[in-house]
């Protein structure tokens, strides 16, 4: 595995391989690497001849009472497990590097609507600071393809419809959730969780499956159900920032025209703020059947 600090270099080796006609694939991350990360870059193996995995943990997304000084970071470790999976390049820049003119005169990449709501809503410019580094991350690797997890279901759409707005041409693939045995989904704020906070957060996914199955089952008040798991979720120990379930396409609400739903929540549960989703398909004779992320 080559690691590069600088863009330039990096971009010049890319070329190279791009040169011979090789495929790239590209996972970028903030580090502090899981099992969830990892399974980003089996994904980037199956559809690429190079996998370029990127470490920067980008200020311009975190708010100005959020966690970025105390965001864990773990370089070494995060190489070996990169390395150990056959990555081919990593790209860990300084922030000097990605924001040279500094972040207060930065151009932003704004996508409407769907940055607006949800997670949108809680951290004002938070997708702008998203959407700006992965733009960015793209013009330096320019991939013909690039990995994100499917936990992130806003991110995802956001990227999705920056690239679709911007003519990227980039295919954006999302890798199913992986979680661990209790069903929680892997997150690196995990790690702030107390032994207590860790047995309460299971409940997390558990709501979210006990919505879905409610809804599967014919229940389509969805501001009542949305209510009662907000409920259930207070009751367990967390302060839940939203439960709220929508249009996957739009992330708007639930119409006559809504094909998949997808059912999102996030709260706190002691320091971390934990996000999680599931799916379900309302047209049981598409081909896709009923998705959820597992």
Known sequence: MKTFAS????RKSLAQERAQGKTIAFVPTMGNLHDGHIELVRQAKKVADIVVASIFVNPLQFGVSEDLDSYPRTLAADKQKLFA????????????????????????????DLSDTLCGA???????GVATVVNKLFQIVQ????IFGKKDFQQLAIIEKMVKDLCMPIQIIGVETVRDVDGLAMSSRNGYLTDEERSIAPAL???????????ACGFDSYEELEQHCIDALKEAGFKPDYFSVRDAVTLGGVTSQT??????????????RLIDNVTLTLNPHQDWGMLATH
């Open 7 to 10: 863009s330039k270099q990096l």
């Open 143 to 146: 991939p013909d393809i690039a």
């Open 259 to 272: 094909e998949q739903i997808v059912i999102l929540a996030a709260a706190k549960l002691g320091k971390p």
């Open 205 to 215: 996914h558990k709501t979210l499956l006990e919505c879905r199955e409610a809804i």
């Open 85 to 112: 999976e056959g990555t081919h390049y990593l790209l860990y820049p300084e922030v000097d590097e990605i924001y040279p003119e500094g972040m207060g005169s930065q151009t932003l990449v704004v996508v409407p």
């Open 122 to 128: 809680s951290r004002p410019g938070h997708f702008a």
